[in-house]
């Protein structure tokens, strides 16, 4: 008997391996699937990227939402998260083309943009808090954290559009006047 009990456990072993393969192959295509998805996103965003490098005019980039979902068709990471999303989409993306999508969706004004419109409003350097608390008066759809508020002022600093003044442990931002950013 013991000779039937190994043959039958290795049985249900083999059966249980296979059922395991079968189920890790079936995520690694979703995963695939995905990545290929994504690759075609990527390669339609470097392509307008080169065609808007050489322009003078500020980058005019189509956008995303936040409450759109991303490229693996998972919401937007919060910054509570981490930034991190899940290993696997849980579901294969829509059906449809992403330009497709893309033209159905409303549009929110970047980040980016709606600081630097606040900040020409104003003569003298503002804080980052008075930014964004402003952007959340002005914009109540909008409700970036001071980090990304904090991120995206340094993002246009180091592009040029903005200038940084610190003063003690402040740090202030203006808009960079178009006879400076010459």
């Known amino acids: 008997m013991t000779n039937q009990s190994t043959a039958t456990r290795l049985v249900e072993q083999a059966g249980s391996d296979l059922a395991e393969n079968r189920r890790l ?8 699937t995905a990545l290929r998805h994504e690759e075609g996103l990527l390669t339609d965003i470097l392509k307008l990227a080169r065609q808007y490098e050489g322009s003078a005019v500020p980058s005019r980039l189509p956008q995303q939402s936040q409450a759109e979902p991303d490229v693996a068709g998972t919401e937007r990471p919060s ?5 991190r999303r899940s290993a696997a989409p849980k579901s294969a993306p829509a059906a449809g083309t992403p330009k497709a999508a893309a033209k159905s969706t409303s549009r929110q004004p970047l980040l980016g943009g709606l600081l630097m419109e606040l900040l020409g409003s104003y003569e003298e350097p503002r804080l980052a808090k008075e930014l964004r608390d402003e952007l959340l008066t002005r914009h109540p759809g909008r409700t970036p954290t001071p980090q990304v508020v904090r991120n995206t002022l340094e993002s246009l600093v180091a592009k040029g559009r903005i200038q940084r003044h610190k003063q003690q442990r402040s740090v202030m931002y203006t808009l960079v006047q178009p006879e400076q950013a010459g």
């Open 79 to 83: 910054s509570r998260s981490g930034g």
């Open 25 to 32: 192959q079936q995520e690694l295509t979703e995963r695939l």
